[in-house]
């Protein structure tokens, strides 16, 4: 079940939507769907863990007072029957999304109460391991992928706010695809390309059982080493120890058949060089410095950054050059916030 409920001054909104050309800030006192059976509560910068039961008992009664009901979402409007403030209550039902007419007041009320029965609100490292809960690992697991990376920072954090295409994240890997496995071992500026025996598969899946026995939590300190398995059609993630895990990985490329090495050209990972291709513009994003849940722009309040674009490529006209969502008619990119040629 994916819900949005929230108080929004229209206002506000619209001009975070539309005046910063990046992601909006997102002021809204709401109530989200993180992912199935999690639920969180933000207001003011501070979010608040809301239990499945109460969640659920919480959304049927906000819909119990609900007078009218439309397909299609919310309407992006400054003012509504010429009020400035309004109810915004989303539910997605059978993969339809539906809005619903509300008075705002009650809503408002309604989330007071519910905020006041959440307790107190999280520090970022609950919220982070709240909202990325390690799932049990199956019995019979089909196995996607292992990785070792340094964490680079909130998980889509825009191109536009780490100011460079290719973030090196000195990653290692074992992937699996169309029944081929394959793995790579980052060392230092060059990576290791193995192909990985089908007979060893078996081997590999008892290992990461073991590694899952004791899973780590989600949160990470930027620049800090983080490793997870992912598996199963969903790629289901669970966290795993950063130092067991990369020796899985060398053990597993130790057991392979090597295949290539690459030197990593460490020019287009600095930031720096961009300035090359020349600047055109600032562009001062109020950006949230956070995951995006189920679509819900963030969670975790970020000072305003000031953002340099690079200058795009005027042969491609569809998409963005720099993140390579499709492009709209304004003068940056919604997703990246990197400005673009009229």
Same mark, same amino acid.
């Given at each position: ?68 009901? !439309? ?76 990785? !070792? ?15 460079? !295409? ?103 990972? !600095? ?72």
């Amino acid at each position: 079940m994916n819900v949005y409920i929230a108080y929004r001054d229209l206002v506000r909104f619209n001009l975070e939507m539309n005046g910063t050309g990046g992601n909006p800030s997102n002021s809204d006192f709401r109530l989200t769907t993180v992912k199935d059976d999690i639920f969180l509560l933000t207001c003011g910068g501070d979010d608040y863990a809301v239990a499945n039961e109460t969640a659920e008992k919480f959304i049927d009664e906000v819909l119990s007072k609900c007078t009218g009901k !439309h397909r299609g979402f919310f309407p992006t409007e400054s003012y509504l029957n010429s009020m400035s403030t309004a109810a915004v209550v989303e539910k997605e039902e059978n993969h339809i999304t539906y809005y619903y007419d509300m008075d705002d007041k009650v809503l408002l009320q309604m989330l007071e109460d519910l905020k006041i029965k959440s307790g107190a609100p999280m520090t970022r490292r609950e919220l982070i391991n709240y909202c990325y809960p390690n799932p049990e690992l199956p019995d019979d697991f089909e196995l996607n992928s292992i990785t !070792h990376q340094i964490y680079p920072g909130p998980d889509n954090t825009p191109v536009s706010v780490i100011r460079t !295409h290719f973030p090196d994240k000195k990653t290692s890997c074992f992937t699996v695809s169309d029944g081929v496995a394959s793995v790579k071992i980052r060392d230092d500026d060059s990576t290791k390309l193995y192909d990985v025996p089908a007979e060893l598969i078996p081997e590999i899946t008892g290992k990461v059982r073991e590694l899952c026995k004791e899973p780590a939590e989600a949160y990470v300190e930027k620049g800090a080493w983080e490793s997870f398995i992912e598996f199963d059609k969903k790629s289901k993630r669970i966290f795993t120890d950063p130092d067991k895990t990369i020796a899985l990985l060398n053990d597993i490329a130790s057991k392979s058949i090597f295949r290539s090495s690459e030197v990593i050209d460490k020019e287009k990972y !600095h930031p720096a060089d961009l300035s090359e291709n020349g600047f055109i513009g600032m562009v001062n994003n109020n950006v949230n410095n956070t995951a995006f849940f189920s679509g819900v722009p963030g969670v975790f309040p970020m000072s305003q950054q000031s953002q340099q674009a690079v200058q795009p490529s005027p042969d491609n006209s569809t998409v963005c050059p720099f993140c390579g969502a499709p492009r709209g008619t304004g003068r940056f990119c919604t997703e990246c916030g990197g400005q673009l040629i009229q």
